[in-house]
């Protein structure tokens, strides 16, 4: 079966500079989550998206960015990167009726140097 | 602010034996989701279990149950006969109740509890 598509799955960046994830979710899913997860942290949430439509809100920097296409993938563009960004950040999907069933991907690990 | 806390950083288990991990919450929600995640060395986030809080019966998935107590605010996993690939950190989790105007479907999660199965 298809999964939660994360691209790059490494990114190495300076500190100052921009980076952009990418989600792709499973196929049929309206929505999508986007999670960060520091070194030795618990998952913390950033940010949905239903329908294109921005749909919660957590503890994201007001660095970042995120949207929900046409296609429902997602993109997370991050500015001005500081070494605290550096983790491992998870994208997961769902039906929106279903918004218990979350798949996550597999993460995309930024390194900030 | 719901809150999920879990007291046992680590943890080990011989093969073959049982395990119980806990987690402890707060919320003043009466209606909610609660899980348990696993993250395996390979980081990739694995559901395992899942309960609505307003069943009373506690969610089993084959070497996976949880024993939920709702009015303790306690929600702990125990897993049979543990495997070597078991080993993993696990996430216990909380969700509100997604009702129209309620939660989005957010995840928060605990700090995790670090299980090791030996051989």
Not at chain 1, 95 to 100: H, N, P, W
Request: net charge positive.
């Amino acid at each position: 079966a298809a999964g939660v598509i994360q691209s790059p799955r490494h990114l190495i960046k300076e500190k100052r500079e921009t980076a952009t994830l990418k989600c792709y979710p499973i196929p049929r899913h309206d929505t999508v989550y986007w999670y960060q997860q520091g070194p030795g942290q618990d998952p913390q949430f950033l940010i949905s998206f239903y329908e294109k439509m921005q749909s919660d809100k957590g503890s994201i920097p007001d660095r970042f960015s995120a949207q929900q296409f046409s296609d429902y993938h997602s993109e997370l563009n991050m500015s001005s990167l500081e070494l605290g960004d550096s983790a491992l950040y998870f994208c997961a999907s769902s039906l929106f009726r279903f918004r218990t069933e979350q798949y996550f991907g597999p993460g995309t690990r930024l390194t900030v140097t | 602010a719901q809150t999920v806390t879990q007291s046992q950083p680590e943890m080990s288990v011989q093969e073959a034996e049982t395990v119980t991990l806990s987690c402890t919450y707060d919320t003043s929600e009466n209606n909610y989701y609660l899980f348990w995640y696993k993250q395996p060395p390979s980081r990739q986030m694995i559901l395992v279990i899942r309960q609505e809080a307003y069943k009373q019966q506690n969610a089993t998935e084959n070497r996976f149950s949880v024993n939920f107590q709702k009015a303790a605010k306690s929600f702990s996993l125990k897993i049979s006969d543990s495997q070597l690939g078991d080993t993993a950190m696990y996430f216990c989790a909380f969700m509100k109740h997604v009702a129209p105007g309620g939660s989005q479907g957010n995840l928060i999660f605990g700090k995790g509890t670090k299980l090791s199965v030996k051989p």
